[in-house]
């Protein structure tokens, strides 16, 4: 029998829910972490999937973010909108108004195309302070090039970042549409590159240290699981993250990707990801600045002395 836990679009596409039990990491996140990307997804009954959407997944609280959270040791984060709502961004604004004011918000690009300013403004009061545009036509979540213009003008307006999701394949494939940006642009997984290739030749991790050399680019250390060839506890995933680090540590952050979207095996238990970190880390020094001082100055948040 299938699992009922399992939700997605047929009955051949199916995805996974979090791992129910969070467990304490090995070293909890430091006071001040921020948690760089999650998404609250459901009750589907309250937020409806938009028409057309690419996925559906099952059901993921503010409560049961909290849960992990605390479990991991993170007081602060940012909720980011999935395509799965596209436009309709109730959610983030409920989960916003349930989190508190050590939580931020990140818009899907959508909503350019169909927000008027007045309620692009409403979403800044509610704590949004960033859009994440995607590339990936499968997705169905794509801007026309007059509408991706549109939005960097209200991006710059509103004083708003920009969020990559990269492609399947990696960032290089959409590098074109955004590179030539001042604004901050915050890069996800790690680029996505190919973690069978040393990064010294992996085209996505080239071109990221490339784009953090003009100083408005930032990378977020996340999805090693699903970047990984080898499997837990993802060794080979190391060395690109640290090559990234090493390019411009002063612009990584770190996001769970909780309750990790699409997973078409069980997700891991998010601690395991925060000890991934740890991997990736040489110092306390760069676990501290990586969790809050880099995403404190890139989020709006109050960046601790």
Known sequence: MRDPRLVGLTDVETYHPFHPEPRVPQRRAPPGAIDAQFHILGPAARYPVRPGAAYEMPTATPVALQRMHAALGFERGVVVQTTTYGADHRVVIDALQSLGANY??????????????????????????????????????????????????????????????????????????????????????????????????????????????????????????????????????????????????????????WPHPVSRTPPPNDADLLELLDRFVGSDDERERILVHNPARLFGFEVPA
Request: with cysteine; proline share 7%.
């Open 104 to 257: 931020r918000g990140c818009a899907n690009a959508l909503v350019f195309e169909e927000a008027d300013d007045a309620a692009l403004e409403a979403l800044h009061r509610a704590g949004i302070r960033g859009a994440r545009f995607s590339f990936r036509q499968a997705l169905g979540a794509v801007l026309s090039r007059p509408a991706f213009d549109h939005a960097v003008a209200r991006l710059r307006e509103l004083g708003w970042y920009m969020k990559i999701q990269p492609e399947q394949a990696g960032v290089i494939e959409s590098a074109s549409w955004f590179e030539h940006l001042d604004i901050p642009v915050l890069v996800d997984h790690m680029g996505r590159p190919d973690a069978a290739v040393p990064p010294d030749r992996e085209p996505n991790i080239r071109k990221l240290r490339s784009l953090m050399e003009r100083g408005n680019f930032w990378v977020m250390l996340s999805l090693g699981e699903k970047i990984s060839k080898a499997g837990p506890p993802w060794p080979d995933v190391v060395p690109h993250a640290r090559a990234l680090m090493d390019s411009h540590l002063e612009r990584c952050v770190w996001g769970s990707d």
